[in-house]
């Protein structure tokens, strides 16, 4: 099950082989001292994940992403980026896959958008944040 599941003719085309074949890559060229248990572990769990963030998250936070293209001060775009990747979250891709409807651009194309419902009160700084088990009611 497991071959069948993960036979790259299956995955041809898929972000998760590319990530794999990029990790993959990355440790036949490692230096073996460069990189320690944790770190490996890290990566290999990096491509099981994928950034996401809530279609009302997104719509809060689209003029980020338009100031970020016209922004030609490389510090500038830095600190978009910044505030931009402090909205989404690393989740499982199995989990988050049936809720996503879209992958951002380049280069936010590690970014995927998942219609699911978002629950937090800035103001009194309480919630429960992404509902992964709670589709989006306004889904596109």
């Known amino acids: 099950m497991v071959k069948q599941l ?3 003719k299956q995955l041809k085309g898929t972000s998760f082989l ?12 490692l230096d073996p001292y460069g990189m ?3 770190e490996a572990q890290q990566k290999l769990r ?4 994928i950034q996401i963030i809530t279609r009302q998250m997104y719509d809060q936070i689209e003029h980020l992403f338009e100031q ?6 490389w510090k500038e ?3 978009l980026r910044m505030e931009i990747e402090k909205k989404t979250v690393s989740v499982q891709r199995y989990v988050a896959e049936k809720y996503v409807s879209e992958r951002l651009p380049k280069p936010f194309d ?3 958008i998942a219609d699911v419902q978002y629950d937090f009160n800035r103001e009194q700084l309480k919630g429960k944040g992404i509902l992964l088990d709670k589709p ?3 889904q596109y």
Do not use: G, P, V
């Not at 590319?18 to 990790?23: L, S």
């Not at 990096?46 to 994940?49: A, E, K, V």
């Open 6 to 8: 993960y036979d790259r």
């Open 18 to 29: 590319k990530e794999f074949e990029d990790a993959l890559y990355m440790f036949d060229n």
């Open 36 to 38: 320690d248990k944790r």
């Open 46 to 49: 990096d491509i099981q994940n």
């Open 68 to 73: 970020y293209k016209k922004e030609k001060e």
């Open 77 to 79: 775009r830095l600190k």
């Open 110 to 112: 590690h970014i995927y």
């Open 136 to 138: 989006s009611s306004n």
